[in-house]
T-cell receptor, first 115, second 110 residues
Framework: DTGVSQNPRHKITKRGQNVTFRCDPI?????LYWYRQTLGQGPEFLTY????????KSRLLSDRFSAERPKGSFSTLEIQRTEQGDSAMYLC?????????????FGSGTQLSVL | GIQVEQSPPDLILQEGANSTLRCNFS?????LQWFHQNPWGQLINLFY???GTKQNGRLSATTVATERYSLLYISSSQTTDSGVYFC????????????FGKGTKLSVIP
């Protein structure tokens, strides 16, 4: 169990550029989640995958955001035409996915700064 | 949607002191989790506790689902306990969206 891994750890970009983040979940975990956290707030749900299927998306997830989990293993989150309001910590989590709601394990996050 | 409220928002403790953090939620839930976010941003899952009481070392948690609250107890606090403590609940009705409170920021001073 190597934990949830996220890359890069930090990303600085200019407004209007596209960025992509990667998440590698714990190896035997079927469920993968993306959250966003701004300063002084709790994490906010963005989207959820069961294996390769994206089953839930938040209304926070505008059409500039897209997430994939092509083979049910790692996932990518892409933000197109970044805006300053996208600056936040992007957190990935995974869980084993054997039944109902269960314990989540989070990665260290990707801190995005949009200049 | 479900509302999660945590109190107090900030807490300063002398090393060795005990504390109780509270989490209230607005609707019936079948899942509650406590997390600790350290000063480097890492979120650590402390407890998965939909009901009852669990203990892990100096930490323990109690959830009373029928009364819609949970408590996190920290005994003999250490400086490494500093950080933000979040409780979070799933919204239910087939949703896997975890809703977080705003957290309690704990500072333990030597």
């Amino acid at each position: 169990d190597t934990g949830v891994s996220q890359n890069p750890r930090h990303k600085i970009t200019k407004r209007g550029q596209n960025v992509t983040f990667r998440c590698d979940p714990i190896s035997e975990h079927n469920r993968l989640y993306w959250y966003r956290q701004t300063l002084g707030q709790g994490p906010e749900f963005l989207t959820y995958f069961q294996n390769e299927a994206q089953l839930e998306k938040s209304r926070l997830l505008s059409d500039r955001f897209s997430a994939e989990r092509p083979k049910g293993s790692f996932s990518t989150l892409e933000i197109q035409r970044t805006e300053q309001g996208d600056s936040a910590m992007y957190l990935c989590a995974s869980s084993i996915g054997l039944g109902g709601p269960e314990k989540l394990f989070f990665g260290s996050g990707t801190q995005l700064s949009v200049l | 949607g479900i509302q999660v409220e945590q109190s107090p928002p900030d807490l300063i403790l002398q090393e060795g002191a005990n504390s109780t953090l509270r989490c209230n939620f607005s609707d019936s839930v079948n899942n509650l989790q406590w997390f600790h976010q350290n000063p480097w941003g890492q979120l650590i899952n402390l407890f998965y506790i939909p009901s009852g009481t669990k203990q892990n070392g100096r930490l323990s948690a109690t959830t009373v689902a029928t009364e819609r609250y949970s408590l996190l107890y920290i005994s003999s606090s250490q400086t490494t306990d500093s950080g933000v403590y979040f409780c979070a609940v799933f919204s239910g009705a087939g949703s896997y969206q975890l809703t977080f409170g705003k957290g309690t920021k704990l500072s333990v001073i030597p």
